[in-house]
């Protein structure tokens, strides 16, 4: 069974930064393509960032390109992001979840395993 734990979220001013953590159990996180994903109040779950297993793989939203960097250590069953520049619009839960193929990286039906989200407060 995998489990999706994330850690990291708070509240911080605009322009602040945040490094949100989502720590995985199971023996084969090194070949899984990671995501993470967030939700603002009263609107719908949008990707953010995602990594391949490798890590030689990015992949951002344009909302948070320049801004977010997603990483990795498979030795420690972490994947990481880096949330630098923040804006109020960035306010949300954030998600991270374990892809599984089937479609487009950047659809939330294409993930599972999905963890329990770490609020992301950001004051203007």
């Known amino acids: 069974q995998v489990q999706l734990v994330e850690s990291g979220g708070g509240l911080v001013q605009a322009g602040g930064s945040l490094t949100l953590s989502c720590a995985a159990s199971?023996?084969?996180?090194?070949?899984?393509?990671m995501g993470w994903f967030r939700q603002a109040p009263g609107k719908e779950r949008e990707f953010v960032a995602a990594?391949?297993?490798?890590?030689?793989?990015?992949y951002y939203a344009d909302s948070v390109k320049g801004r977010f960097t997603i990483s990795r250590d498979n030795a420690k069953n972490t994947v990481y992001l880096q949330m630098n520049s923040l804006k109020p619009e960035d306010t949300a839960v954030y998600y991270c979840?374990?892809?599984?193929?089937?479609?487009?990286?950047?659809?939330?039906?294409?993930?599972?395993?999905w963890g329990q989200g770490t609020q992301v407060i950001v004051s203007s």
């Open positions: 199971g023996r084969t996180f090194s070949s899984w393509t």
């Open positions: 979840a374990r892809y599984i193929g089937g479609g487009s990286i950047y659809y939330t039906s294409t993930y599972r395993d």
């Open positions: 990594i391949s297993w490798s890590g030689g793989s990015t």
